[in-house]
């Protein structure tokens, strides 16, 4: 069974950090680009990051930049997206994603082009 499966999140006061962790199993996603999404109630699933299946590429949305890093460790099949200098509008669910392609491109920002999700972790950013 392929599971994808986060966990790091948590309540944090604004100008906090958090690392969010996704672990997969089930089979390896080395050769898959790996992507960061969050989404609040009422509302549509958004991008935050995505990294290429080597590490190389990575790609964030503008609202995230110079303060969100997302990395991954394929030896131990784990994504990772370090939060820092965060904001309550950051509160939300977050969830990893396993993209069908390798390498980075615009299209990776559609939740369409991603075929395995977690179930997502909460991270909730108190003013």
């Known amino acids: 069974q392929v599971q994808l499966v986060e966990s790091g999140g948590g309540l944090v006061q604004a100008g906090g950090s958090l690392r969010l962790s996704c672990a997969a199993s089930?089979?390896?996603?080395?050769?898959?680009?790996m992507g960061w999404f969050r989404q609040t109630p009422g509302k549509e699933r958004e991008f935050v990051a995505v990294?290429?299946?080597?590490?190389?590429?990575?790609y964030y949305v503008d609202s995230v930049k110079g303060r969100f890093t997302i990395s991954r460790d394929n030896a131990k099949n784990t994504v990772y997206l370090q939060m820092n200098d965060l904001k309550p509008e950051d509160t939300a669910v977050y969830y990893c994603?396993?993209?069908?392609?390798?390498?980075?491109?615009?299209?990776?920002?559609?939740?369409?082009?991603?075929?395995?999700w977690g179930q997502g972790t909460q991270v909730t950013v108190s003013s």
């Open positions: 994603a396993a993209a069908r392609q390798s390498t980075i491109s615009t299209r990776l920002v559609e939740t369409s082009e991603y075929n395995y």
């Open positions: 990294i290429s299946w080597g590490g190389a590429g990575t």
């Open positions: 089930g089979r390896t996603f080395r050769w898959n680009a």
